[in-house]
């Protein structure tokens, strides 16, 4: 079984450019999160779809975040403008459901911005 | 406010010895707590799920205790091997699988 893919795994942009990540999940998987981790700290939510669907968004900054998964299985962030708080690696991950069950990682796009 | 802490946050001993980790939550209305390993570069790998319900999970040289009262969780690793060596990451969901992330013990077994 394929696990879950992400991409690019490393980008480097300056201050106040975009840019975009891309997620695919493990086949049959519903539920789909974006954490962002910063050097030295755990993950942090952004993010978290059911299906097309986003059940939250509560840690995501709308002013600049923004992520969509329009049919249900692959998802992209987007940043813009990119902050120099924003270097950091963002995870993707899946699960079969939503329902206190084990999520599964991608390798994570590790972000710096200059 | 859930906030979950992880004590130490870096632990070196040398190859053999019988470890524990902790992790500690403020919120002792948890749905779930898992325990993850993080290699340099990569994504985060599962090792043990425990539901609220449950006291304890068990996968190989792996243990992990559960005490909801307490806010309190270890993760017991026997005879330690220097491929254990990683980051150990505590993640406690609170609903719909939101997890909330401790920052990790940083783990060295010295051969």
């Known amino acids: 079984e394929a696990g879950v893919a992400q991409s690019p795994r490393y980008k480097i942009i300056e201050k106040r450019q975009s840019v975009a990540f891309w997620c695919n999940p493990i086949?049959?998987?519903?539920?789909l999160y974006w954490y962002q981790q910063i050097l030295g700290q755990g993950p942090k939510l952004l993010i978290q779809?059911?299906?097309?669907?986003?059940?939250?968004d509560s840690q995501l900054p709308k002013d600049r975040f923004s992520a969509e998964r329009l049919k249900g299985v692959d998802s992209t962030l987007k940043i813009q403008p990119a902050k120099l708080e924003d270097s950091a690696v963002y995870l993707c991950?899946?699960?079969?459901?939503?329902?206190?069950?084990?999520?599964?990682f991608g390798p994570g796009t590790r972000l710096l911005v200059l | 406010k859930q906030e979950v802490t992880q004590i130490p946050a870096a632990l070196s001993v040398p190859e053999g010895e019988n470890l524990v980790l902790n992790c500690s939550f403020t919120?002792?209305?948890?749905?779930?707590l898992q325990w993850f390993r993080q290699d340099p570069g990569k994504g985060l790998t599962s090792l043990l799920l425990?539901?609220?319900?449950?006291r304890e999970q068990t996968s190989g040289r792996l243990n992990a205790s559960l005490d909801k009262s307490s806010g309190r969780s270890t993760l017991y690793i026997a005879a330690s091997q220097p491929g254990d060596s990683a980051t150990y990451l505590c993640?406690?969901?609170?609903?719909?699988?939101?997890?909330?992330f401790g920052s990790g013990t940083k783990l060295n077994v010295k051969p």
């Open positions: 991950a899946s699960s079969l459901g939503q329902n206190q069950e084990t999520q599964y």
């Open positions: 086949s049959g998987h519903a539920t």
């Open positions: 779809f059911q299906n097309n669907g986003v059940v939250d």
């Open positions: 919120d002792s209305a948890i749905y779930n």
């Open positions: 425990i539901q609220s319900s449950q």
């Open positions: 993640a406690v969901a609170y609903n719909f699988n939101k997890f909330y």
